[in-house]
């Protein structure tokens, strides 16, 4: 019982730095205008490569116990989902309830938990999200999905975005501690379409001259101790090519939308290289500010409701 009122002391504390945190970089009135380029990239100490190592170790760490057997691998899934329940937007008093009669197998790993999400966290900011309340929401029901993208460059969004495609991964995975969490009427009968559901995160980096490479090193780290299926490119050799023209002899630049296109396509190698049938849902996800909170469920298809135009959403056939 001490060793969890700690916990919930930890979390309060960590709640108050990320308010404070918000409201250092947005200023009393709030975020700028959308428009503005510091709404999506807000001003952050630069963190020290040896900072970055520490927190890679420390994700490292934390995926090897995940790893030393299933039953410590589930109880470290639960422990960064509860941890995962106290990060703002979620609310303080919603926080603390996720935290309520955990088992003491998971108890263990809590520390840990919070520890590695307050690092993460605290190499970043997030803007608030810009929610359009009477939204229809509501459980997806039985799915596998795969979640992608192609990053380059982006070090200043990391931080938040590693935590919310965690946050979204737990979600669609029907981690009922979670669904509790966003979705307090919740029933059993309504969790138990969720269960089956799976993930496979796939994400291909190249090109980056800044942090971004140790960054997604950490990323795929906490997934994997979530016990997340990944698939990640770090450092990708791939380069924009040059083309012959036939007629003037000449070389061009490949076209940047042909490019791009091979970039996504890498990307997604794992559903190409899948049986037919294996992913029902494919999120490819750009470097923007994504917030997966709250859900849309419209005629039998789950798409997420953003504020920004950060996803595109495939259902296959």
Not at 186 to 199: F, K, L, P, Q
């Amino acid at each position: 019982m001490a060793q969890l009122w700690l916990y919930l002391t930890q979390v309060t504390v960590l709640s108050l730095i990320w308010s404070a945190r918000c409201s250092h970089a947005f200023g009393a009135t709030g975020p700028p205008d959308e428009d503005d380029l510091a709404f999506f990239i807000p001003q952050v100490p630069q963190p020290t490569s040896s900072h970055l190592e520490a927190i890679l170790t420390r994700a490292t760490a934390l995926r090897d116990t995940a790893k030393s057997s299933p039953a410590v691998g589930s109880a470290v899934s639960e422990a960064l989902a509860a941890a995962m329940s106290t990060v703002p937007p979620i609310s303080l008093v919603r926080g603390l309830r996720a935290l309520k009669d955990i088992p003491s197998d998971i108890q263990v790993h809590l520390p840990d938990a919070v520890e590695l999400l307050a690092a993460i966290r605290g190499l970043g900011v997030a803007p608030p999200c810009l929610e359009r309340p009477g939204a229809p929401r509501g459980p997806p029901g039985r799915f596998q999905y795969m979640i992608a993208a192609n990053l380059m460059n982006c070090e200043a969004i990391m931080p938040y975005w590693t935590l919310e495609v965690l946050r979204l991964s737990l979600l669609l995975q029907g981690n009922h501690r979670m669904l509790h969490t966003y979705f307090h009427n919740i029933t059993n009968i309504e969790m138990a379409r969720w269960e089956g559901s799976a993930v496979h995160i796939s994400v291909y980096e190249s090109g980056s001259t800044d942090n971004t490479a140790v960054l997604l090193k950490i990323a795929e780290a906490l997934w994997q101790a979530a016990g997340l299926k990944t698939h990640v490119i770090v450092n990708g050799q791939m380069q924009r090519g040059f083309l012959l023209n036939p007629f003037s002899g000449k070389y061009s630049k490949q076209h940047k939308v042909e490019y791009a296109a091979a970039l996504r396509n890498i990307a997604l190698e794992p559903l190409y290289s899948s049986p037919s049938g294996t992913y029902d849902y494919v999120l490819f996800l750009n470097d923007g500010r994504l917030r997966p909170q709250p859900y849309i469920l419209v005629r039998e298809r789950f798409c997420l409701h953003c504020t920004w135009s950060c996803v595109t959403f495939v259902a296959l056939a």
